[in-house]
């Protein structure tokens, strides 16, 4: 696959973050992607959510599997680490290089096909290692690359442009996580913004595995009158359960507008803070069951919630659990790496 570069057109006045890099630093290669495709609008908001929280773009590394999703990666961050893995695997890839080196910013792209069907299983597991890492699913309910077959996200009864009416129960990665016990969950719109920019840097500042399921529409195969994953079917049936507004430790507080409801202030490992409005009163993102039932709840109505659903801050995370070393692998010196056949044997013997 070619790539073409975004040309870079350098003007006075152009906005710059705490390292001092323009926006346009942290681009990548032009999109391939149907004019209009909701995953375009994700690509926009990485881009906003990595220039923002001022993160070296060599200091990220992006996952993929395959799938339009998949493709993603390549049109933001062109100047961080990057690997487009086997269908389905895009979580073991992302485990192992945490595994190697927890000082990057892991973010893996994946689709509703990729995640919910060859990879559930990765996925499953990623979960409950608690990796830390930003998952988002850009989920549209269509195998767009194969010409728009229903994926397992589908919903019961969805009709296509051209084919068979849907009959197959579909499976929900937000129900799924919450199942799971991931410690970030969220839920957003691609054409959303205000909402998806301050999930993202939430997400990348979370210790351990943060989800976040995009609907995000196909324009080709399924943004028709009938679709319950188009435009339209979203903007209309879109329903808050927690806005998220991101607050850098480093900088002044923005208030963001939101509606009635109370308000959760949440403090990330590394000092940021999620600030939290609750559409109802009853509503506790930190509850799991009630983020189930509330999820279900309107899931049975024909409404979609969005926003931070779930979190919960005080789960270690796979290195934790494990009390791994922290410095980096490549980081150690030789020596330490290999400590030679005596320590093996050592190893060994607690197995036996």
């Known amino acids: 696959m070619s790539f073409i570069r975004k040309p870079k057109v350098p003007h006075e006045g152009r906005e710059l973050n705490a390292l001092g890099r323009p926006r346009s630093d942290y ?4 999109s391939t992607l149907c004019a209009g495709c909701g995953h375009d609008s994700v690509t926009a908001a990485m881009t906003r959510a990595f220039f923002e929280l001022s993160i070296p773009p060599h200091r990220a590394v992006k996952i993929s599997g ?22 389905g695997r895009m979580p073991s890839i992302a485990t192992g290089t945490q595994a190697a080196n927890s000082a990057l910013h892991c973010i893996g792209v994946s689709g509703d096909g990729d995640t919910l069907s060859i990879g559930m299983g990765q996925f499953a597991h990623a979960i409950r290692r608690n990796l830390d890492m930003l998952y988002v699913i850009e989920n549209n309910g269509v195998y767009g690359l194969t010409k728009g077959q229903f994926s397992a996200s589908a919903a019961l009864g969805a009709v296509p442009k051209k084919g068979e009416t849907n009959v197959q129960v579909p499976i929900d990665p937000v129900k799924l996580a ?18 998806l920019v301050p999930l993202i840097k939430a997400g990348l500042s979370h210790r351990g595995f943060a989800l976040i399921d995009v609907l995000s529409p196909c324009v080709t195969f399924n943004d028709h009158e009938d679709s319950t994953m188009s435009y339209a079917y979203a903007y209309q049936n879109l329903q808050p359960a927690a806005d998220a ?3 850098d430790p480093d900088r002044e507080e923005i208030t963001a507008e939101y509606d009635e409801g109370q308000s959760v202030d949440v403090t990330l490992h590394d000092g940021s803070r999620i600030v939290l409005k609750k559409a109802g009163d009853d509503y506790d993102p930190r509850d799991r069951a009630r983020a189930f039932d509330y999820v279900m709840s309107n899931q049975e109505d024909g409404r979609i919630v969005t926003g931070l659903l779930y979190i919960d801050e005080t789960r270690p995370d796979m290195h934790e659990a494990n009390k ?26 607690r197995y036996r």
Do not use: W
């Open 245 to 247: 507004d991101f607050i």
């Open 27 to 30: 681009d990548g290669a032009m």
């Open 178 to 195: 919450l199942s799971l016990g991931a410690t970030f969950i969220a839920r957003s719109f691609s054409g959303d913004k205000k909402q």
């Open 66 to 87: 395959i799938g339009c999703s998949s493709k993603t990666t390549a049109y933001f961050l062109g100047q961080s680490h990057g690997n487009n893995t086997a269908h």
């Open 324 to 349: 791994t070393v922290g410095t980096p692998l490549v980081d150690l010196p030789f020596d330490d790496l290999c400590p030679g056949s005596g320590a093996l044997a050592e190893l060994q013997d």
